[in-house]
């Protein structure tokens, strides 16, 4: 990923990520990789709840490093009372705060936004929540597993005759969190609109998942046509599947056009499929998916995945090879492209990480630092602030920090 030594596009721009594990702090993640001052805010001792969640190497967290990456570690307390007068210090210098406890903690703490925007009325809240802030549900706990299920997501994926299926990785905390740094980047922009005034979001775990299935709703509500499980089909375009080749690996094809599905018979020889009555239309191909899928699945069968893909490509037929992650890992076009990059972690040595999404061209992402140690920047963040050693060393004496 080319660097021109330009300021980055979030530069000068203050983020405080007083969120736990995953969807909230992914947000500031990804402000993080623009140039924002990320200012992880932790529990003393305690720490973040990623550091002890999902893998580790040599009692290493791995998640943490890339989660946290490009963030300042700051332990504070905030039920202490020293440790919200310090807190109301740092909002003071922010832009934005990130958040994610349950309704009302922030007001307990007498740390409720409104109070926060009167002592810094450009201040951007985001707070991030299972259920969002308000609704019978708010005060309910909420992760992006139950988001996945609430949201309606989990009922429409999986085979029909299956169960509802969750993805084996955190989609719903993944998807808030991509939509919680967007809306944060709207609300930044919207200041000058709004004679420099923050405001507060609140996003849902389960909102950004439910508008990913508009065309259920849409579905539903005109049609009366509640959406099930139809497998990797779709209930809109066919064919739309995926299909194993005669070497077990897999592809996956969409022939969402009339002009695709064509080139496909072509493709495949099999010019009888065009003339075949069953399949004239998109319409009548999803009505006969199943023989339709028959045909498809019996010719992928006696072909190696590389062949049928150089068929299809040169017939320019959208099908595309499904990877593992170790497959991903020694593709030439990920190579290509640096989505993977090298960083160098302190504790683990080199790691690759997954590279910064999405690419600018003159003011690319970075990835400056993974994860860092449980209040590593403490010190230094406070110092900023104004307090000297011998302050720091009685928060520390107190247990505030």
Known sequence: MPETGGRL??????????????AAPWAAAYLSEFGADVIKIEQPRIGDHQRRWGTQRNGVPLMWKSIARNKRSVTLDLRHKRGAEVFRALVRTADVLIENFRPGTLER??????????????????????????????????????AEGF?????????????????????????????????????????????????????????????????????????????????????????????????????????????????LCQAMDRADLMLDPRFASNELR??????????????????????VLELMNRAEVAVGPIYDIPTIFGDEHYRARQDLV????????????????????????RIRSTGPRLGQHTDEVLAELGFGSDDIAAMRRDGVV
């Open 286 to 307: 999803i009505a006969n998916v199943e023989a339709l899928d028959a045909e498809i699945g019996a010719w992928m069968a006696c072909h190696p995945r590389q062949r």
């Open 151 to 263: 949201s309606g997501f989990a009922h429409v994926v999986g085979e029909p005759d299956g169960p509802p299926t969750l993805a084996n990785l955190p989609l719903g905390d993944g998807i808030a969190g991509l939509t919680g740094a967007y809306a944060v980047m709207v609300a930044l922009f919207g200041r000058a609109n709004n004679d420099g005034r923050g405001q507060v979001i609140d996003v849902s775990l389960y909102e950004p998942l439910f508008r990913l299935l508009e065309p259920a709703l849409l579905d539903y509500d005109q049609l009366g046509v509640a959406s099930e499980r139809v497998g990797n089909r779709s209930t809109h375009v066919a064919p739309r599947n995926t299909y194993r080749c005669s070497d077990a690996q897999w592809v996956s094809l969409s022939a969402s056009t009339q002009s695709i599905w064509e080139r």
């Open 9 to 22: 596009p979030l530069e000068g721009i203050r983020v405080i990520d007083a969120a736990t594990l995953m």
């Open 342 to 365: 090298e960083v160098e972690d302190p504790e683990l040595g080199t790691m690759r990480l997954a590279n910064v999404v999405p690419r600018f061209s003159d003011t690319p992402g």
């Open 109 to 146: 703490w007498n740390l409720s936004p409104d109070s926060l925007r009167e002592l810094n009325p450009r201040l951007v809240v985001l707070r991030v929540t299972g259920y969002g802030q308000t609704g019978p549900l708010s005060a309910q706990p909420g992760f992006g597993t139950l």
